[in-house]
């Protein structure tokens, strides 16, 4: 009778710690995959609490936040950049004119639908690799100093480009491209009123210096998708007040 009771033991302890170890399995196993369940307001929060400048774990999704205080990984390249069928200010084929797919996309709709009411546009820069925005800083920092640089440009890995949604684009004439000139032209207030439609957002609206960390810039557009652009872009708000993410203050 003991030796029946011991058994019987046995066997429940045994199917106990095994249920615990096949569950425990299971959440490891599924846990780089919690995002698919999750909105965009949360993948795009899911940061590296342990660093400074905190790392986007999800920076392959849409509205990822990228910004002075959210760094993407050093080595992170997009996997499905494509030169997008838009004009530009240049003529050669560098990559400064792609965008990751989904922005390409909707990029060459826009420009199409500017177009048809009247509004030429020319795109200015597109993706920067990391290697291209570190290029880039330097070149400020060596010109203005650090701490006057990072006020207009954005320290390699902190850069919207470098995700490969974001464009600066100006007028179908070239002239005021990326400078404070293109604010209250014909295509920027163009921008202003039909970018959501198309997915983008004027990424540093103007008054918002304090929680973007930029001054306004009319011609940077980013795309997020027309659902989450058209609430940013209704609500005058930025693109870290929809994820309620902590303001950057410069």
């Known amino acids: 009778m003991f030796k029946i009771r011991f058994i019987f033991l046995f066997l429940v302890v045994f199917t106990l710690l095994l249920t615990g170890c096949t569950g425990k399995f299971h959440f490891f196993q599924n846990e780089g995959n919690l995002s698919q369940n999750s909105s965009p307001r949360d993948e795009v929060q899911q940061q590296d609490k342990d660093t400074s400048s905190q790392s986007i774990s999800s920076q392959e999704v849409i509205p990822v936040l990228v910004n002075k205080s959210n760094k993407l990984p050093d080595q992170y390249q997009p996997s499905d950049l494509i030169y997008p069928d838009i004009p530009f200010?240049?003529?050669?084929?560098?990559?400064?004119?792609?965008?990751?797919?989904?922005?390409?996309?909707?990029?060459?709709?826009?420009?199409?639908?500017?177009?048809?009411?009247?509004?030429?546009?020319?795109?200015?820069?597109?993706?920067?690799?990391?290697?291209?925005?570190?290029?880039?800083?330097?070149?400020?920092?060596?010109?203005?100093?650090?701490?006057?640089?990072?006020?207009?440009?954005?320290?390699?890995?902190?850069?919207?480009?470098?995700?490969?949604?974001?464009?600066?684009?100006?007028?179908?004439?070239?002239?005021?491209?990326?400078?404070?000139?293109?604010?209250?032209?014909?295509?920027?207030?163009?921008?202003?009123?039909?970018?959501?439609?198309?997915?983008?957002?004027?990424?540093y609206p103007k008054g918002k210096d304090d929680i973007t960390g930029y001054q306004y810039e009319p011609w940077h557009l980013r795309y997020v998708g027309k659902e989450i652009a058209k609430e940013i872009m209704e609500r005058g708000i930025t693109l870290e007040e929809y994820v309620d993410a902590t303001v950057v203050n410069n």
């Open 89 to 203: 200010m240049f003529n050669q084929k560098s990559e400064k004119r792609q965008m990751r797919a989904d922005a390409g996309a909707a990029i060459e709709r826009l420009f199409t639908g500017a177009k048809q009411q009247g509004v030429n546009l020319l795109g200015v820069s597109a993706y920067r690799s990391h290697a291209s925005q570190a290029a880039l800083f330097n070149y400020y920092v060596n010109q203005d100093g650090y701490e006057a640089a990072r006020k207009y440009s954005a320290v390699p890995g902190t850069s919207e480009h470098e995700t490969g949604l974001a464009i600066d684009v100006t007028g179908g004439d070239g002239k005021c491209a990326a400078e404070d000139c293109f604010e209250g032209t014909d295509e920027a207030i163009w921008l202003e009123n039909h970018a959501a439609e198309y997915g983008f957002i004027i990424r």
